[in-house]
C-alpha cells in the first residue's frame, strides 16, 4: 500500500524514499496531528530526504485517498489550515510494515541507532 502512494505519481525521484517519506508521515501523524507546513519544517530539520513542498502534498493527498491519513480544516486567526492525523487504518499498516517488512539487517541497523 505505501510502496505505491508516492511512486504512481513520479513526485519523488527514487523509489524508497517515497515509500520512507510516505511510512514517516503516517507515523509523525500518528504521534500528534499537524498542518502540511509544520511537517515540511520537520522534514527540513531531521534531513530525512531532501523534497519540494508539493511533493509532500502529493504524498499527503495519496496517503489520505487510501484512508491511511484524515485532513481537518481548522481556522488559525482568519486562516484556514488542514491539519492531518494518522486514522486507525494508517496506524494498523504502520504495525504491520514493522512487523512484516523492517527484518534482518534493516531491524539491527534501526536498533544500533537508538
Known sequence: MVNSVATKRGCCPKKHGAKFLSLFLIW???????HAYALMDEIR??????C??????VILDALEKRGLIQGKLRLQGKRARKTYATTDSGKALFKKIKK????GLIR??????L
Not at 530539520?45 to 531532501?50: C, G, H, L, N
Not at 512484516?100 to 527484518?103: E, G, N, P, V, Y
Not at 539491527?108 to 541507532?113: D, P, T, V
Open 100 to 103: 512484516d517488512k523492517i527484518k
Open 28 to 34: 509523525r501523524l500518528a504521534r500528534s496531528p499537524m
Open 52 to 57: 519540494k513542498p508539493s511533493t509532500i502534498y
Open 45 to 50: 530539520e531531521f534531513a530525512i530526504s531532501p
Open 108 to 113: 539491527e541497523f534501526i536498533s544500533s541507532l
